[in-house]
């Protein structure tokens, strides 16, 4: 019996944690049939004194703090150790040590510090770079930076860049929430003059944002750095370095610095050794001190932007006077070139997603220029990379180099870096293409938040986006930190009516999304998504923390539908994307825009009443229980003919109304057979927007039509999920037809190749192919219950739940179809396959058998390979 060392919230790397109390989550290895029946966790103090606390029970997953709470950049080591119902202990496990950040907004000394020249607001200004020198004379045993920026910032101490985070601190709503991160630099420090400072850029607190040319300055006009650098020498004293009038600032070489317009830089501004000790280059003057409330100063709940993966180009081509790149993969991020020439040339660095006619295919980015420019110095080779802006692309042309090569570039990938935990492979190499062009969809778009699109002048938080598409999220990658974050941010912008924004955080929204009115699907993320990261996660607090918010958003439908019990009023976004939507008007959908939000209303307002009961809101949980019955029954009123037709004759109508159990059970048999045959009408085409995409295979599943799921996924013409595939399409597009048959770009103003909602289908195929379905939170237990079809011959699916690896795959085989699941210690699970009975699977087991196709069924499975 092993434990592994413990991990605290949703961490990997608790450094400067922001709670004094942080849960505690460990994974355990035993033989099959062990639980859990008690464990200890042992808390050792710098001063090496250790306490020891124990518990009852199976729990293992996101545990109580039990001891002591934290104290401020207190540090302790905590392990695990475990027992089973035979009260046998394991050995202790691995220690992980957490330490705490700045706990309290009195513990904060340092100010905002920028530079004190002139600047005009709502311009293009030239970034500065600030810094402080300081002297050690004693010993110092640690050393923390706990540092934040209006605007983006990198800090060096003595020529050393510190960590390697990207774009930090990240976009929240800056007014209320700031996030600072906090560093070991213990390294970085020597005895005698040291120097701390850094470079700084607009990012998203006062650099261009929006529509239609968008705003600047939307959260201040100044530029700067917030940083308290704490030394503890081994005497027991203590030296803070902060953010102050000693502080000094110079312009730097960045000239420019923009996440839609990009970067330009010229190396012979270049301040030869400011962050290191002795001369410096450079006219130095002192900087301007800002105010900032310190209880606004929030520790990360998530994990930074990094550079996550380098790629190499695939081809380089002669192009015009420069050269024309492409990277095989549309990603998110920038690059990195080798650079050579005379003092004065200049090097300008283009992006785009897709060519068109040969050509860079820059329309759908509107008004965001992505461009990166960089002049030379003379000085020889050397490499660069724009520090404060991100694009878009899997092409890119360079002009102003006498040659390039595969060497001489790499693109550089930026995005949260949050652990990745699920896998899904099959058999057909397009269906794999699909998955995979889901995963880099939200790699690329989980950058700070989880933006619609990362290349137009756009990139923002689009609420209904990331609701559809946050159980597929969930299943990719460990996303519980990031989207709690946003969540909080949700909450705050949320209006006192009630009101979610379409986008978070808000941003001026030009006269199509101002003044806020939001509708159903997009608002409905304040109760769907915590749901999901409980579901998924285990995450119970998040429930708690988003209650508030997800009660205001229902109360809002509530007053909405009146005493019908139907929402049919408003600014509705109905099924956003439907393929029938002509290019300049994506809400006029097949599907009655209302019937979509009355779908809404009584869904969402369901899980609120399974979240109140969840709780404890016995109150609550009977109302909401009692106004979804209310909407259900009144939406089978409205909307369901005498025939079982709905007045939507759509498959997006079909899919809500079977999906979101809004039908008695003949209705919900008639409306699966009118889907299946509008599915089979089209050609097996999809008719879904961001409303339907998400639910269509579920409800065609649900209702018995697997064959026709399959039928309708692995369809490769337009509109479909593999037509994008057969176009060379390597991430989600957000139009079925982004690119048109003849390889133009579609016309629509909003044109994106990489927008992840219709991407939301790959829930289905991780629960359906893949089989795997959590049937307790957390996936502490589960539901195998694969289903073969679509002329695959074989799916495999794995998952790195907070419990422990789950493995599960089928192959077709001479003998019938072959399958195994293996769970971890703590999941169990039950095995419903068809011919059998259900199998349950114990903790930390494994079930495998070869299952005869069943006669009624053998046309339709393909022969072993």
């Known amino acids: 019996m092993q434990v592994t060392a413990p991990r605290f919230e949703h961490l990997d790397e608790p450094l400067g944690i922001g709670v004094s109390t942080p849960r505690v989550s460990w994974k355990t290895q035993a033989e099959s049939g062990w639980r859990q029946a008690g464990w200890?966790?042992?808390?050792?103090?710098?001063?090496?004194?250790?306490?020891?606390?124990?518990?009852?029970?199976?729990?293992?997953?996101?545990?109580?703090?039990?001891?002591?709470?934290?104290?401020?950049?207190?540090?302790?080591?905590?392990?695990?150790?475990?027992?089973?119902?035979?009260?046998?202990?394991?050995?202790?496990?691995?220690?992980?040590?957490?330490?705490?950040?700045?706990?309290?907004?009195?513990?904060?000394?340092?100010?905002?510090?920028?530079?004190?020249?002139?600047?005009?607001?709502?311009?293009?200004?030239?970034?500065?770079?600030?810094?402080?020198?300081?002297?050690?004379?004693?010993?110092?045993?640690?050393?923390?930076?706990?540092?934040?920026?209006?605007?983006?910032?990198?800090?060096?101490?003595?020529?050393?860049?510190?960590?390697?985070?990207?774009?930090?601190?990240?976009?929240?709503?800056?007014?209320?929430?700031?996030?600072?991160?906090?560093?070991?630099?213990?390294?970085?420090?020597?005895?005698?003059?040291?120097?701390?400072?850094?470079?700084?850029?607009?990012?998203?607190?006062?650099?261009?944002?929006?529509?239609?040319?968008?705003?600047?300055?939307?959260?201040?006009?100044?530029?700067?750095?917030?940083?308290?650098?704490?030394?503890?020498?081994?005497?027991?004293?203590?030296?803070?370095?902060?953010?102050?009038?000693?502080?000094?600032?110079?312009?730097?070489?960045?000239?420019?610095?923009?996440?839609?317009?990009?970067?330009?830089?010229?190396?012979?501004?270049?301040?030869?050794?400011?962050?290191?000790?002795?001369?410096?280059?450079?006219?130095?003057?002192?900087?301007?001190?800002?105010?900032?409330?310190?209880?606004?100063?929030?520790?990360?709940?998530?994990?930074?932007?990094?550079?996550?993966?380098?790629?190499?180009?695939?081809?380089?081509?002669?192009?015009?006077?420069?050269?024309?790149?492409?990277?095989?993969?549309?990603?998110?991020?920038?690059?990195?070139?080798?650079?050579?020439?005379?003092?004065?040339?200049?090097?300008?660095?283009?992006?785009?997603?897709?060519?068109?006619?040969?050509?860079?295919?820059?329309?759908?980015?509107?008004?965001?220029?992505?461009?990166?420019?960089?002049?030379?110095?003379?000085?020889?080779?050397?490499?660069?990379?724009?520090?404060?802006?991100?694009?878009?692309?899997?092409?890119?042309?360079?002009?102003?180099?006498?040659?390039?090569?595969?060497?001489?570039?790499?693109?550089?990938?930026?995005?949260?870096?949050?652990?990745?935990?699920?896998?899904?492979?099959?058999?057909?190499?397009?269906?794999?293409?699909?998955?995979?062009?889901?995963?880099?969809?939200?790699?690329?778009?989980?950058?700070?938040?989880?933006?619609?699109?990362?290349?137009?002048?756009?990139?923002?938080?689009?609420?209904?986006?990331?609701?559809?598409?946050?159980?597929?999220?969930?299943?990719?990658?460990?996303?519980?930190?990031f989207l709690e974050s946003w969540l909080a941010d949700v909450a705050l912008e949320q209006l006192p009516d009630g009101t979610i924004p379409w986008f978070v955080p808000v941003i001026p929204g030009g006269p199509s999304w101002t003044p806020i009115r939001t509708g159903a699907v997009w608002g409905d993320v304040s109760v769907l998504t915590p749901w999901t990261l409980y579901e998924r996660f285990g995450d119970r607090g998040i429930l708690e923390r988003q209650y508030v918010s997800g009660r205001a958003w229902v109360e809002r439908m509530v007053r909405e539908s009146g005493q019908r019990r139907l929402w049919q009023q408003g600014h509705q976004l109905g099924d956003w994307l439907d393929p029938a939507a002509p290019p300049e008007d994506p809400a006029a959908g097949l599907t009655d825009k209302y019937l979509v939000a009355s779908a809404y209303f009584a869904f969402t307002t369901r899980r609120l009443a399974d979240t109140a009961l969840l709780l404890g809101h016995a109150g609550d949980a009977i109302r909401y229980a009692r106004i979804a019955d209310e909407a259900r029954d009144a939406f089978r009123s409205e909307y369901v003919l005498p025939d079982g037709r709905l007045t939507s004759d759509a498959q997006t109508a079909y899919a809500l109304a079977i999906r979101f159990g809004l039908l008695s059970a003949a209705e919900t048999e008639r409306a699966g057979e009118r889907l299946a045959e509008l599915v089979a009408e089209s050609g097996n085409h999809i008719a879904t927007g961001f409303a339907g995409t998400p639910v269509v295979t579920d409800a065609l599943t649900q209702v018995g039509e697997i064959d026709r799921a399959y039928a309708l996924l692995l369809e490769d013409t337009c509109p479909s999920w593999m037509y994008a595939v057969r176009m060379g399409g390597t991430t989600i597009w957000e139009r079925w037809d982004s690119m048109l048959p003849d390889g133009s770009i579609n016309p629509g103003e909003m044109t994106s190749f990489n927008h992840y909602a219709l991407g939301s289908v790959a829930d289905w195929m991780h629960r359906v192919i893949g089989g795997l379905t959590p049937t307790g939170p957390g996936y502490r237990s589960v539901r195998w219950a694969p289903r073969v079809g679509g002329g695959l011959t074989s799916a495999r699916v794995a998952f790195d739940s907070a419990y422990g690896l789950i493995e599960a795959s089928w192959r077709v085989t001479d003998e019938g179809v072959a399958y195994e699941i293996r769970v971890p210690t703590g999941v169990e699970a039950t095995v419903d396959l068809p011919g059998l009975e259900s199998v349950p699977v114990e903790s930390g087991g494994r079930f495998a058998a070869v299952v005869p196709v069943p006669v009624a069924l053998a046309s339709e499975v393909p022969a072993a390979v």
Request: glycine share 10%; hydrophobic share 35%; charged share 25%.
């Open 40 to 481: 200890q966790l042992s808390l050792t103090r710098e001063d090496g004194q250790t306490v020891v606390a124990t518990g009852n029970g199976p729990d293992q997953v996101l545990v109580a703090w039990p001891f002591e709470p934290l104290r401020s950049r207190e540090r302790a080591e905590v392990r695990v150790r475990v027992r089973g119902a035979d009260g046998a202990w394991s050995s202790w496990g691995p220690a992980t040590a957490v330490e705490a950040g700045l706990l309290d907004a009195s513990e904060w000394v340092a100010t905002p510090v920028g530079a004190a020249w002139p600047e005009e607001p709502d311009t293009e200004r030239r970034p500065s770079l600030v810094r402080r020198s300081f002297v050690v004379t004693s010993p110092v045993r640690s050393a923390r930076l706990y540092v934040t920026a209006h605007g983006l910032y990198e800090a060096e101490i003595n020529g050393r860049r510190v960590g390697d985070h990207e774009l930090s601190p990240g976009w929240t709503k800056y007014d209320e929430r700031l996030t600072y991160w906090t560093f070991d630099v213990t390294e970085h420090i020597v005895r005698g003059e040291n120097v701390i400072g850094a470079w700084l850029g607009d990012g998203w607190y006062r650099g261009r944002l929006g529509f239609n040319g968008g705003y600047r300055d939307l959260y201040g006009t100044d530029l700067s750095l917030i940083a308290q650098l704490e030394l503890s020498h081994e005497d027991g004293s203590r030296t803070v370095v902060a953010t102050d009038r000693e502080w000094e600032a110079a312009r730097g070489p960045i000239l420019v610095s923009g996440l839609y317009d990009g970067e330009k830089y010229d190396m012979r501004d270049e301040v030869d050794g400011w962050s290191s000790p002795g001369a410096s280059t450079g006219e130095w003057a002192p900087v301007r001190v800002g105010e900032r409330d310190a209880a606004t100063l929030v520790a990360p709940v998530a994990p930074p932007v990094r550079v996550t993966e380098d790629i190499r180009p695939v081809s380089i081509a002669r192009h015009g006077e420069g050269f024309l790149v492409d990277f095989g993969q549309n990603l998110v991020g920038r690059l990195r070139l080798r650079v050579d020439g005379p003092a004065g040339q200049v090097v300008e660095l283009r992006h785009a997603e897709v060519l068109e006619h040969g050509e860079l295919g820059t329309r759908p980015l509107r008004l965001a220029d992505a461009q990166d420019v960089v002049v030379l110095d003379g000085r020889g080779p050397r490499e660069w990379e724009p520090r404060f802006t991100f694009h878009g692309f899997r092409y890119a042309t360079i002009v102003g180099l006498e040659s390039l090569t595969a060497e001489d570039v790499v693109a550089r990938v930026l995005h949260n870096d949050m652990r990745r935990t699920g896998w899904f492979e099959t058999s057909s190499t397009d269906l794999n293409r699909l998955h995979e062009n889901v995963r880099w969809g939200m790699r690329g778009n989980f950058v700070s938040v989880p933006t619609d699109c990362p290349q137009r002048d756009e990139r923002l938080g689009w609420t209904g986006d990331i609701q559809v598409f946050a159980p597929t999220a969930s299943f990719l990658y460990d996303s519980a930190g």
